[in-house]
């Protein structure tokens, strides 16, 4: 079991930056992997960032060289540092982990949602 709890959605004017975070909880040492997927008015929901628990980090082509994501040392809180922000960045951002597929379910886990809104 992992429980993550989101914060620091807000609005911010074009070319602002925030500060999202996940702290994570529960089985935290089992997790493999973390990311952040959006959801946008209109559009499926779409993989901004991911990291694994090497450190390794990966990005939507959108968002590259704009967000950033980093965890603690102790895997407990993941974030994503978001700058030069564009009315298109405007979504519902979720904390995601994953767990092996072994034992009980679930395998999978999600924040809450937290709203980012970027005026035009």
């Known amino acids: 079991q992992v429980q993550l709890v989101e914060s620091g959605g807000g609005l911010v004017q074009p070319g602002g930056s925030l500060r999202l975070s996940c702290d994570a909880s529960?089985?935290?040492?089992?997790?493999?992997?973390m990311g952040w997927y959006r959801r946008a008015p209109g559009k499926q929901r779409e993989l901004v960032a991911a990291i694994t628990s090497a450190g390794s980090a990966n990005y939507a082509g959108s968002v590259k060289g704009r967000f950033t994501i980093s965890r603690d040392n102790v895997k407990s809180t993941v974030y994503l540092q978001m700058s030069g922000l564009k009315p298109e960045d405007t979504a519902v951002y979720y904390c995601?982990?994953?767990?092996?597929?072994?034992?009980?379910?679930?395998?999978?886990?999600w924040g809450q949602g937290t709203q980012v809104t970027v005026p035009s």
């Open positions: 995601h982990a994953e767990i092996p597929p072994m034992g009980p379910g679930p395998y999978d886990f």
């Open positions: 529960g089985r935290i040492s089992s997790i493999y992997a």
